[in-house]
């Protein structure tokens, strides 16, 4: 054998060994844990909680007011993200300046701060009137809502 030829049969050997390897070691790592509260795609917290946490009367009379005002705030903010998310396409569009583009950026990402800010605080205001195994439910299914936002 020529040593041109040594050489193709050592890099066919190598990537043929790494592919290997590669499935071996995928094969062989546990899968990743499942959620550990499985929520439908398009279920509100609201209905949640309804579903999960048996709530009592006496905190659906606390809980219930605290909810709608949140969902009023939700939706606001969310009109803003969106807002600040056309106005941030339009001027990519339009090749705006640079400087315009990222200042229409921080706004969106200011107003999706805001969003997950009043979200985190409404879930620790509304926490504080559950029982602990409630509070430990409302925990686990916040954690998942977050893991399956887009980007984590």
Known sequence: MSPRSNIYLWLIATVLVAALT?????????????????????????????????????QHAILDPLESAFESQRVQLRQQIR???????????????????LAHQEKLNAAQGRLQQATLKHFIEMKQYLNPAQAEKLAAWTHDSILRQPGN
């Open 83 to 101: 807002q600040s998310g056309e106005v941030l396409a339009i001027a990519i569009r339009d090749a705006a300046p640079d400087a315009a583009i």
């Open 22 to 58: 590669a499935w071996a070691v995928t094969q062989r790592l546990p899968s990743p844990p499942e959620a550990s509260i499985q929520v439908p795609s398009g279920l509100s917290l609201h209905e949640w909680m309804h579903q999960h946490l048996e709530i009592s009367s006496t």
